[in-house]
């Protein structure tokens, strides 16, 4: 325990804000080792009503990030009977097990879901068998279209920020573990904008709320449902088969340096970019706008008609400015799914 000692010690002095804990016993010494350091309960510890926060409020806790199992109506009832922080999922993958208590990934890739490594061993194809008492299983391949997944849908709450709002949420929580800084940064910027949106007006979020929804398909993520806020998922909220939306951009570059003076960005490449593509340039603050790729050359200079080597650093030539850190994104080209009478689908180009 002396490490974890040392280690909250050390993220306090360093000015670390808070700590997400699940633990019990690190939750003590946290406590005890770092004053100073918040404590914020993970969701891993499955916290759903409001005597289980004020029991980890009398431990020292200021926050507790609520489980993703927790409804609209449960979530008001906790804001009600507590005043510990609130924060709540609104965006992001759906355990198919009771959040955090799966296994799965640990026994079949030694990845350790509740330490962040989750492989998603349930999102894998499976065979299904009939067993039925006292027979032999019998396997079902062929009589059914497709191969077997236990697969939620992912959660997206972007058209109810109202609801998280007057129902007292204090932090509203995306998940970004493992995922790319494209989805990070698109979707924290939708949200950033629907929040600021409905703060200032209700009419203002209803006018944007679609331009928001659009923008967040423009990376690659699971359909989208509400997870348990409104009502027990059920079938129509489990992925099987092909997807029936595919996002329809890729990420390719982002913003390293602009010179006003020329209209040159400095770019660190991502994916393949041509002379003559089509980009759109977006950044926070819900700032975007299309053009197309001019004067593209590399970091000598150059100029070339196509770049395709990873994390190389180009020069474009950009109409309006852009600041360091801002994405560009480029249109797919054509994909689509086609589907079957038997509802399976394969993907195809147009």
């Known amino acids: 325990m002396k490490k974890g000692r040392d280690f909250f010690r050390k993220l306090r002095d360093i000015g670390i ?3 997400i804990v699940s633990d019990p016993a690190l939750i003590a010494i946290a406590a005890a080792e770092a004053p100073g350091l918040e404590i914020h309960l993970s969701t891993q510890a499955s916290a759903t009503n409001y005597e289980t926060l004020e029991f980890w409020k009398n431990l020292g ?11 609209m109506a449960e979530l008001a009832e906790i804001r009600r009977r507590t005043n510990v922080e ?4 609104v965006h992001g993958a759906m355990c198919i097990s009771y959040s955090g ?4 990934s640990n026994h079949m890739s030694m990845r350790d879901a509740n330490r962040g490594g989750c492989s998603q061993s349930c999102r894998w ?3 299904l068998y009939d067993m039925p008492f006292g027979q032999e299983r019998r396997s079902l391949q062929g009589e059914i279209p497709e191969e077997f997944s236990m697969s939620a849908v992912d959660m997206s709450m972007i058209d109810h920020i109202p609801d998280m709002i007057e129902n007292g949420v ?8 493992m995922k790319s800084i494209h989805y990070v940064s698109t979707v924290t910027n939708c949200y950033k904008a629907a929040v600021d949106a409905y703060l200032e007006s209700p009419e203002k979020f209803e006018a944007i709320k679609q331009d928001l929804v659009d923008e967040m398909w423009k990376v690659a993520q699971r359909e989208l449902a509400t997870g348990f806020y409104y009502h027990t998922p059920t079938e129509n909220e489990q992925l099987f088969g092909a997807r029936r939306k595919i996002p329809e951009y890729k990420f390719v570059a982002e913003v390293v340096a602009y010179d006003a003076a020329t209209q040159t ?3 660190r490449q991502r994916n393949v970019i041509n002379e003559g593509d089509q980009v759109e340039f977006y950044g926070p603050g819900f700032r975007h706008f299309e ?8 970091a000598d200079g150059q100029k070339i008609d196509r770049a395709p080597k990873p994390m190389e650093l180009l020069t474009i030539t950009v109409p309006q400015p852009v600041q360091p850190g801002d994405m560009v994104r480029a249109r797919k080209e054509g994909l689509f799914n086609l589907y079957k009478e038997d509802g399976s689908s394969v993907t195809v180009r147009a």
Do not use: Q
């Open 17 to 19: 804000a808070a700590v």
């Open 61 to 71: 806790l200021t926050r507790v990030v609520l489980a993703r199992e927790v409804s």
């Open 86 to 89: 609130i924060e709540a999922f």
């Open 101 to 104: 208590r799966c296994t799965l």
């Open 125 to 127: 194809k499976y065979d």
């Open 170 to 177: 204090d932090s509203l929580k995306i998940e970004g573990r």
């Open 265 to 267: 960005a400095t770019i």
């Open 291 to 298: 053009t197309f790729i001019t004067d593209l050359r590399d």
